[in-house]
């Protein structure tokens, strides 16, 4: 098996080529994916592989986007939209919310929706406002779709091959601020890694830490330096938020009894609240602290010169875990 | 010279309210037109049923369509067997002619998930009930065709409310854009439910919208089945095959009335006046196409009555069938959520299907 | 003081004319919320009191309706747009999502939108598909909303008449299953009452149940037949889900030990998650029991065949509190 | 006759690309003019600084406007005080004109909360990233403006790439119906950042797309400013005081070029052409204007160093003003969440201090 060093962003151009090349239904289309390769460069040189056809620069006009790409999807075909941002999804929001997530249920199976709408989520590259949400909870919220988020190159591309060959709808976010942050071996061939399997990034007996995403790294950072104080973290890194991997979850849980949430979204309504209800539904006998929320404030996301403020940082969730464990 | 060369405020006309011929008939054998009468008279019908099992209880809220017969059937009858059509929730006549089954329709209303499930061999699209989101879908399936290398028409109902709507005007876009084989198909039947077309949009027609898209639009007497069929045809034919110049997408006004009210339930007594209405039924595309028939001798007395008969006794069946049907299981809540069970749906239903057990199904049903 | 007796449908009527009375700077607006006084009578007798000018009907627009109303706001006015049922806001929701929520902190206080974005919510009224929506977490989890539903005639008035005096935006959700349920007297005169403050509806000993609009009735009942088994539970009414009343959460539960919560929504990403993480991070030395989630299933709302089933009903309340009780 | 009359797909000119006079010139003071040019000089050089901020990583991203100013100078000019602007975020030029300081779009850019925060004498809305969202609320803010008895008009901006979007539809049917005014002006620079305009709708003009809401549409060549003052100027009149058979609103299309990247983070390379930027390089309105200006008399070697000299001070003062502002504390992410500040965050601000305390503001901070 060959394999490359790649970063995120590469491992989701790798993934979607690998797709387009093995099946001649999966489109590519967005604004500014084709000729210029997107904005992040996550389809570059697909245009001139694939043709425009294929890889398809649309009107700025997200629910059209979506829109079409249900009516694709359910005529047979298998489209990727992009969206460019994930502050910019809510116009698409009733397309996939009311229809993408529907469609199956709606016509009895006559029609489904195998389409992956991807969006670059989250904060810390000083982008302008719109540029940092993360509000992965609304898509978890709406049965009838997937929700997946990668933290690292390979998962990206095994899990993006999944999502595109799974028959449902999903919603994939790729955490921007990782997209170039650090390289990894990825198997040329195609692999995939199954929706809906948590990972354990860590393993450790005092505390398990819930997280996904970008807020991987940091929480590793954290739980090293936590280490060295002689508290040992388990991290999981949830990789698909819905379905999420209950089992995961609470076999952590049952070890440690102490929990942690990692998340880059406002804390009110956010998926920590899920995670503790699933931890004390499933194993409230082993708890022996609060499960503690390490999240965004309940704020609009700043202006980029106070972001630093607003996301977890290594120093908060490091606080947060310390209070679990000394509780 | 196509019809679909008119500006998009002259209004195109085949027959006029007495029934009589005033532009160029669309080439329909016999057959075809009587079918054309039988399938409105179904729907009169049909629409008077529904209407009635409502009122006594026995189905939920159900759109009439009285009034609209003409622009449905008319339309659906320009498609061939392969071409799709993407219904809203009130085309009840165009999906039957597109192939689904009435008790299909009976069913929906009654509330029953396998309501929606369209028959296999029909190529028409599941309804939505959320105003304008079929557009984009009819958008994109056409593209999808076009890309697959199919040669298939996408016909795509909507009303003059729906105008209004994002969806609307980014479906037609990317239709424009990606010169899908679309046929944009507005039944304005000059209300919303209690909002007028004038205060709709402030443009004089539906038809020159089409101008922001780059494609052609063009208005027809939607009371006027063989005007309507004329101009849907063309406008299927240039999707599925236009000449070098002329772009696929069309988007066909027709302008016709709802007779009746906007949904069983609603009073339209409170918007508009019943002059309005009597002014509108002289327009009525059943008894103007019976005129055509009878006066041509396509049609007689003994014709007439055969299909009354005949649409009486296939209402009527549609409706024991309806009727037949078990409430559903609740199963079916679950059962295509997903392609597979996800297990905390699996754990739900096992759930519901414990307290069923241990409570009666009684405890759980109203009325 | 003289008072009328009103059903929950009346009571909206009469807050909006209170306040179209009192401040001419109040404007409804929405889909045949004038001529037609609104497709359950929401606005009867509103367009021919106060005219066109301030009782609007708009072209179907969703976002249209939303997006001018919050630049109406900005430029002073108070506008009341209605959106015809919750499961149409979503082609709203970016305008609310984006805009309304943010229009203050954007402009450092410069334009504010007070505004009150109405829609009857929830199931039980054999409805065609997405006339039966109660997805109330979407909006909690967007800081910068406040989102009200009300339970009773009274309430509703009350509420109303402080949303629409609110500097802030905020979206009114109606239960429409009990727009018409029961009446109750509900003063002629103006009078609010309070944001983000809960009511308890039924004291209790052994266990408290949260919930809030239409499911509050059915989760009384419950609480009765439950008494008679002699399980004495506490009934909190909601009514404010952001800010929400966390005090008088945690009261009941530091009272009972136990809790369960009612709603309508699905299980997954629901309010109910929300509330088991405040309860056991106020208050996890008190709890015995994990907090029993009685709500709406993961899958999308039913057409009305199967609705009755969806719903949590009294016997699945009384199910899932015996659960808690029993634990 | 107003200039608002001609067909939307008849572009108005009043100075040709060498700096002639071909068509009426509006009716402006020399020193009007002056401060036009003045204008449009200023932002010229604005831009130049802020590209080279970024690049020397004292500024976030930037989306920079040069070849844009004539349409963005022009329009805001033709404004009085009272009327209000609503931005994208690239009308850094017109923002200026209506009154905001260059050191708030500095800060902006720089991430600072406050860049956003208006100043309070200046009648411009908040710029809002997300595209074509601005445009309901202008018609919002207008409608609301009639309803109050107030007399001014509204003008909106947004680019080519925005007329796609659903909002753009819904704000201007909405303007068409409720007869707002609001001049909506579509700042038409031939590229959605890597879509050219031909793929972003099929329709020939932009201005054309007026006609699917019942008003004016008019294309102006943008890159003139005497031009675009004139048709804009017509159009606010007329939505300020429209004669009895005229509506309010109206559709601007500025056809123009944007010279440079979409934002600093773009690069234009990869998907057009030099020959074609060189093109549009050559209807560049400074020298346009200039060259009017110098060979009427109004401007010599003299007037233009003097304001090139001024211009570069104001810059360079703005520039240290926006430098000299500090990071912003932590608590404006929560002072402005609501009018009062609920209790949670309260705390959750409180919690955020107790660790910058405990632990050191450096450990918050990256870089
Ligand atoms: C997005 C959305 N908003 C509102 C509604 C509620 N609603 C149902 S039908 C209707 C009027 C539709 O008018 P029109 O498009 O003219 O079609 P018609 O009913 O006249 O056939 C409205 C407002 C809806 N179904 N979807
Ligand atoms: C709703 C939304 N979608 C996508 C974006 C990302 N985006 C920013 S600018 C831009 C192109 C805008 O093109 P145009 O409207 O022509 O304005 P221009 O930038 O040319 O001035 C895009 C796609 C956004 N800001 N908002
Ligand atoms: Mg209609
Ligand atoms: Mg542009």
């Not at chain 2, 009354?308 to 049907?325: H, L, N, R």
């Amino acid at each position: 098996m060959s394999a490359q060093n790649l970063t995120l962003v590469q491992a989701v151009r790798d993934g979607l080529h690998t797709e387009m090349q093995n099946d001649e239904d999966v489109i590519v289309l967005g604004e500014d994916v084709g000729k210029n390769g997107g904005v992040f460069r996550a389809t570059e040189g697909l245009y001139d592989e694939f043709g425009g056809d294929r890889v398809v620069d649309t009107p700025l006009a997200e629910a059209g986007i979506v829109g079409t790409s249900i009516g694709m999807a359910a005529y047979g075909l298998r489209p990727v939209p992009e969206i460019q941002f994930m502050g910019f999804i809510y116009p698409a929001f009733d397309q996939i919310i009311s229809h993408a997530a529907r469609l199956r249920t709606r016509s009895r199976g006559r029609f489904t929706c195998p389409m992956v709408v991807r969006a670059p989520y989250g904060g810390g590259i000083r982008a302008p406002e719109h540029h940092s949400e993360s509000k992965e909870a609304f898509f978890v919220h709406e049965p009838g779709l997937k929700v997946v988020i990668p933290s690292t190159p390979y998962d990206t591309k095994g899990l993006l091959i999944s999502a595109v060959r799974d028959p449902d709808p999903v919603v994939f976010l790729e955490p921007k601020l990782i997209y170039r942050a650090f390289r990894e071996e990825v198997p040329d061939e195609e692999y995939t890694v199954p929706l809906g399997e948590a990972a354990v990034r860590r393993e450790g007996g005092d505390v398990s830490v819930f997280t996904w995403g970008a807020m991987t790294r940091v929480t590793m950072e954290a739980a090293e330096n936590l280490a060295a104080e002689g508290v040992d973290c388990e991290v999981v890194d949830l990789r698909t938020l819905s379905p999420l991997d209950r089992d995961a979850v609470v076999e952590s849980f049952r070890k440690t009894g102490r929990a942690a949430v990692v998340h880059e979204a406002p804390k009110t309504g956010g998926l920590a609240g899920e995670l503790t209800a699933i931890v004390q539904e499933e194993a409230l006998l082993y708890q022996e602290a609060p499960v503690e929320r390490i999240t965004g404030f309940d704020t609009p996301y700043p202006l980029y010169a106070l972001e630093d403020y607003y996301l977890p940082s290594v120093a908060r969730i490091e606080d947060g875990i310390r209070n679990v464990v000394e509780y | 010279m196509s019809v679909l060369d008119r500006g998009p405020r002259e209004q195109i006309q085949v027959l006029d309210e007495a029934g009589e011929l005033v532009g160029d008939p669309p080439s329909l054998s016999d057959d075809e037109l009587v079918a054309i009468y039988r399938e409105m008279k179904l729907a009169r019908h049909f629409d008077a049923r529904a209407v009635s099992l409502q009122r006594q209880g026995r189905m939920g809220t159900y759109p009439p369509m009285s009034g609209q017969e003409a622009a449905q059937v008319g339309s659906a009858f320009a498609l061939d067997e392969a071409d799709w059509l993407f219904p809203s929730y009130r085309e009840h006549a165009a999906t039957h002619v597109h192939g689904v089954p009435l008790e299909r329709t009976l069913l929906y209303w009654m509330g029953h998930e396998s309501g929606n499930r369209m028959p296999d061999e029909a190529n028409v699209f599941t309804i939505a009930v959320p105003i304008a989101t079929q557009i984009p879908h009819a958008t994109g399936a056409a593209w999808a065709a076009t890309l697959r290398g199919d040669r298939h028409a996408f016909l795509c109902y909507f009303g003059d409310g729906a105008t209004s709507e994002g969806d609307f005007h980014e479906g037609l876009n990317f239709a424009g854009v990606f010169d899908t084989p679309t046929v944009f198909f507005c039944n304005n039947n000059q209300w919303a439910i209690s909002v007028p077309r004038e205060r709709q949009t402030a443009s004089e027609t539906i038809a020159q919208k089409a101008e922001a898209y780059g494609f052609d639009g063009v208005q027809v007497d939607g009371m006027d089945p063989l005007a309507v069929y004329r101009v849907t045809r063309e406008a299927v034919a240039k999707a599925r095959d236009p000449d070098a110049d002329e772009s696929r997408p069309t988007l066909v006004e027709a302008v016709q009335y709802r007779f009746g009210a906007h949904t069983t339930a609603d009073d339209p007594s409170v918007y508009r006046s019943q002059e309005e209405v009597e002014e509108w039924r002289g327009k009525d595309p059943i008894p103007r196409l019976e005129t055509y028939l009878r006066e041509t001798g396509r049609l007689d007395d003994e014709r007439v009555d055969a299909i009354q008969a005949s649409i009486e006794e296939e209402v009527s069946a549609a409706v024991d069938t309806a009727e037949g049907e078990r409430r559903p299981h609740p199963e079916e809540m679950f059962s295509q959520v997903f392609a597979d069970l996800p297990d905390r749906l699996r754990e739900q239903l096992e759930d519901l299907e414990r307290l069923r057990d241990r409570y009666g199904d009684e405890r759980f049903l109203k009325e």
